[in-house]
């Protein structure tokens, strides 16, 4: 993935729903969603496990979260990916961005099929941070 679209993303994106968030404060998933909500994203927890996450409610998959989503960020392992990507497709986001580790080749060849960015393997708060963001953000 290029700097620029990577930038785009960052720049364009509101809304962040995070699978596999966690309540723990230890947990890598927990440290980037609370960064990227410091920075002004509004970060959806997707985690049946998790009844609220960084002040948000949590929901037990996609297809529950009341509001347009931009970015599916994925904090799971490869194995679940495909099934989450094909419900990024659904709810209509824009990019699924599969954080480190959780990278699934096939799953971001179905999401580009379908019209939407894929990033694999890759951090969204080591990118913000790499390309020294400061962006915009409203919302």
Do not use: H
């Amino acid at each position: 993935m290029n700097d620029a679209t990577i930038r785009d993303i960052l720049e364009e994106t509101k809304t962040i729903a995070s699978v596999g968030l966690s309540s723990k404060p230890d947990r890598p998933s927990y440290g980037v969603c609370a960064f990227l909500k410091l920075k002004g994203y509004r970060i959806i927890p997707v985690n049946p496990n998790e009844s609220q996450v960084l002040g948000e409610t949590s929901y037990p998959d996609l297809a529950s979260v009341p509001v347009k989503v931009d970015v599916v960020q994925i904090f799971r392992n490869p194995e679940a990916v495909p099934a989450i990507v094909e419900d990024a497709i659904k709810i209509g986001a824009k990019v699924v961005w599969m954080q480190d580790g959780a990278g699934n080749p096939d799953a971001a060849k179905r999401a580009e099929e379908a019209g939407l960015t894929a990033v694999v393997d890759d951090c969204m708060l080591r990118e913000y941070r790499r390309l020294d963001a400061e962006l915009p953000i409203s919302g």
